[in-house]
């Protein structure tokens, strides 16, 4: 992309963004940082955080290094723990929001319905569900990967007289203190929430379909001298953390996930062992025993859960659910479990991405009928081709798993800042990525499928409806390296006051 900027006095982007989670956040931050005034943040929920704003249930925390799983530019000094709880991550983003004197450009409960490209202006028309109208030079998504939540139905549930929320959805008002509770789901979010309550509840029962691995990775406490160090020394300290994380989770589970070797091989073994050695009951051990690979589900990990079902108000349920009346859960047996709480720890749609919200983009092209007939697809997880000047975090393709979203989206920003500084150089105009390279890219991502360790034979949210792991399938390294800089050949660029025929490479559609 050619670096001159003859073309006349910088002007000023205006961009929306869609979401005030940690990745809309973090992208506003970034524009202001760069002295970029004209942006506005549209949230459809009541609050600000995204998932921190949605996921209430106790015993949430987060299982990335907290050190890793923060803005780069914003270090916290004050982490109570190497991975935190879910309120202190919310508090974290409210005070960086607040720092950054954010909250004045958000709008909550402001869900978007739609934004059109105008052709001839260049322009965004972007319309709220409440339909109010305005118009932006750029879009950048931040709506969010696991969002949507997933209630199965269940023949009966809505017999069931006590309470029955998602697990995203946590009714507050309803008490667990001595109550029989029932959690639906053995994710990452049924473990904690098991451990979360079984202080609480009278009698807890975990539903499991399917068994989980457990990478055992214990949860230290900062000392009041760790915090008083990162406070004192954060220039010295907050990268030699970051670095340190960082080396240890992707130089393990980011290289496990997508390649066979050692790092494979070590993780599987200390699932393989934490249950061996965790559950003493041969029984209870071979209920516990998932037949597929560490890690082709998304990791589970934390420490103490296996211990929990040596409590007497604890229990395994895997015999399945039959359904659902006015008293409890039936299983399979026949059995009848009587509860006060059913929670539904059943995951998301993790493949709705953007949408509902819908984009029309250069020739009328709306995304979700770009979108309808496969799996949500982008270049590079950043941009989706016929869609001028719009930037994802957190789209299609972005190394989920067990990596930190923070790091991921802060790479995204980062790239959709460089394409925001160039336009307001009037370096260009719009852009977006070409057809061709957006399915070069899908058939090298598929390509590298094989080696990883999705495809072992599990089924997962990273599957999507073609049968394939949607997943970037390479080390998150990779990431960064590809998303350092546009590669030229890969975009259409418009250039100001340029003629169409005069563009290259072609346009697409
Ligand atoms: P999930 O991993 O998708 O797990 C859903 C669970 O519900 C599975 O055990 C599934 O069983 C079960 N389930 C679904 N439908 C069912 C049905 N009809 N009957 C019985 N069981 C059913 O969802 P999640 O635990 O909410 O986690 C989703 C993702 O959120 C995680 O993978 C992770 O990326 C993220 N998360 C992160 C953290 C963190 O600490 N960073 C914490 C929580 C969540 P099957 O396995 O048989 O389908």
Redesign the pocket.
Known sequence: MSTSNGNGAARTPRVAIIGAGMSGIGMACKLRMAGIESFHIYEKWNGLGGTWHANTYPGL????PSRNYQYRFAPNPNWSHVFSPGREIWAYLDKVATDFDLKGRMSFNTEVAEATWDEDRHVWTLTTKAGDVSEWDFIVTACGG?VETRT?H?PGMEDFQGALFH?AEWDHRVPLKGKRVAC???????M?ITKGLADVAGEFEL?Q??PQWILPLPNRRYSRLTKWAMRTFPEQLEPLFFRGHQLATEGTFGVAVVQPGWQRTMLSWMCRKHLQWGVKDPDLRRRLTPTDQPMC??LVMGTGFYKLFRRPNVNLVDTG?DHIEARGIVTKDGVLHEQDVIVM????NAHAFVRPMELTGLNGVKLSDAWGEREPYGYRSVAVPGFPNVFMLIGPHSPFGNQSLFTISETQADFAMGCIQRWRDRELEWMTPTAEATERFNEEMKAALPNTIWTTGC?S?YIGKDGLPSVWPWKASHHREILRQPDPADWVIARPGEREEERTPEPVA
């Not at 925390?61 to 990335?64: I, K, L, P, Q, S």
């Not at 639906?184 to 049924?190: H, K, M, N, R, V």
């Not at 720890?345 to 998301?348: E, L, M, P, Q, V």
């Open positions: 925390h987060c299982d990335v696991l199965p269940i697990s639906i789901g053995t994710g990452s979010t049924g904690q539903y379909r399917t589900k998304r659910i720890a059943t995951g998301f089924k949210w």
